[in-house]
């Protein structure tokens, strides 16, 4: 698997091979799949079998303010260079997220119509659903204990799949896809802003009143949302507490930015599970939850954001819930600096991935393995 040459094919040795062994990739070498994971064009191979297919929707034709994320899966592969599925454990989480007998693997990015962007929120919802019919790879003892099978309409195992966006609106294909498997989700929703609000009244047309600014609206028109989601990391200028009211209409409670430091990481935590309880939820984080000093690159910044470090421990604390998919958005790396904001964004992905492998969450590192007797 990734990427190797095979070992027993003499024919294949060279002077360089006989010298130095195989031509494996280093971590700023070889094709560009996220984390050097196995790669597939999956849409066209529904034989293909795996847990867990990362995504890209490369699309950013619905955006408010910059445009660019549609260079977002490509950067965020570009961001996971030094991640590698054979050297994947953390401290954090003290797992490895590749090595608990799941097959993760790249299957591209979705070629999205660049024009038309009904078609394209078309493509990305019969991409979607084709992945979540994909055989899973893991045998039927444990795909009939897998959470998908306990949640599916048609109590059947089906892949999850983490999404590279894009831009925020890549959601409302998603849910319109999730829905045909597991009915309505509920969300935890990371985000400096509400993604809630209402369409324009006077919008010219009715494919201009689905924005990233709207989507989560449509979707409750259309009733892909459980009454019982949640907001992280909320800090965006609004008209009014009126955007407040019309945002729990769509089913949403708030956390924001500034509830961190005055309820603490544990209870952003309680609430949000208590919230969802065993609801089959969906993760959505828009990148600009993180401060734009650590996450620059995206659409529409703003000031005095979470830190990537707390973003992170908030998602370790949500292990174990149901979790029917996640997505990483809003990742525009036209105006990033070092590749920081790609950097986060795969890391990020790698806790997604650890959080949907994980049954609950990690305990602290001195719960783990104690040295307080020491000091
Ligand atoms: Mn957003």
């Known amino acids: 698997m990734r990427f190797k040459l095979p070992i027993d094919d003499f024919s294949r040795h060279t002077a360089y091979t006989d010298k130095y062994g195989l031509q494996s990739d280093l971590g700023y070498t070889g094709p560009l799949s996220f984390s050097h994971l196995d790669y597939a064009r999956c849409l066209q191979e529904p034989e293909q079998a795996f847990d867990v297919a990362v995504i890209g929707m490369p699309f950013d034709t619905t955006t408010s303010y910059r445009p660019g994320a549609r260079f977002g899966p490509t950067g965020i592969r570009v961001g996971s260079r030094r991640q590698h599925g054979e050297r994947a454990w953390t401290l954090s989480w003290g797992l490895d997220p590749y090595k608990l007998g799941a097959k993760i693997m790249d299957c591209g990015d979705i070629p999205l119509n660049a024009y038309d962007n009904a078609i394209a929120i078309d493509q990305m919802e019969a991409a979607y659903e084709s992945l979540l019919a994909h055989p899973v790879a893991k045998g039927a003892e444990a795909a009939a204990k897998d959470v998908t099978t306990a949640l599916s309409k048609d109590g059947q195992a089906h892949p999850r799949v983490l999404t590279l966006g894009g831009d925020h609106t890549i959601v409302l294909p998603i849910l319109r896809a999730l829905n ?10 990371f985000d400096a802003h509400l993604d809630t609000w209402a369409p324009a009244p006077n919008a010219p047309s009715a494919q201009s009143r689905i924005t990233h600014g709207s989507f989560f609206y449509i979707a409750h028109e259309e009733g892909l949302m459980r009454n019982a989601s949640i907001h992280g990391g909320i800090r965006c200028k609004m008209s009014g507490e009126a955007d407040i009211t019309n945002d ?14 005055d309820i603490g990481i544990q209870e952003v935590i309680r609430r949000m599970r208590a919230h969802i309880g065993d609801n089959p939820v969906y993760l959505s984080l828009d990148i600009d939850t993180i401060d734009p000093g650590m996450a620059p690159a995206t659409g529409t910044p703003e000031a005095g954001g979470w830190t990537t470090r707390e973003v992170k421990r908030i998602i370790r604390g949500l292990a174990g819930m149901n979790i029917v998919g ?10 990033d600096h070092a590749d920081i904001t790609s950097i986060a964004a795969a890391d990020i992905a790698h806790d997604f991935l650890s959080a949907m492998m994980a049954s609950e969450p990690p305990k602290s590192r001195d719960e783990r393995r104690p040295w307080a007797s020491e000091l």
């Not at 045909?180 to 929703?189: L, Q, R």
């Not at 996640?326 to 105006?335: G, K, L, Q, S």
């Open 180 to 189: 045909k498997v597991y009915g309505p989700v509920s969300v935890i929703h």
């Open 326 to 335: 996640a997505d990483i958005v809003e990742v525009a790396p036209a105006y």
């Open 248 to 261: 729990e209409d769509v089913g949403f409670k708030v956390v924001s930015t500034d509830d961190i430091d």
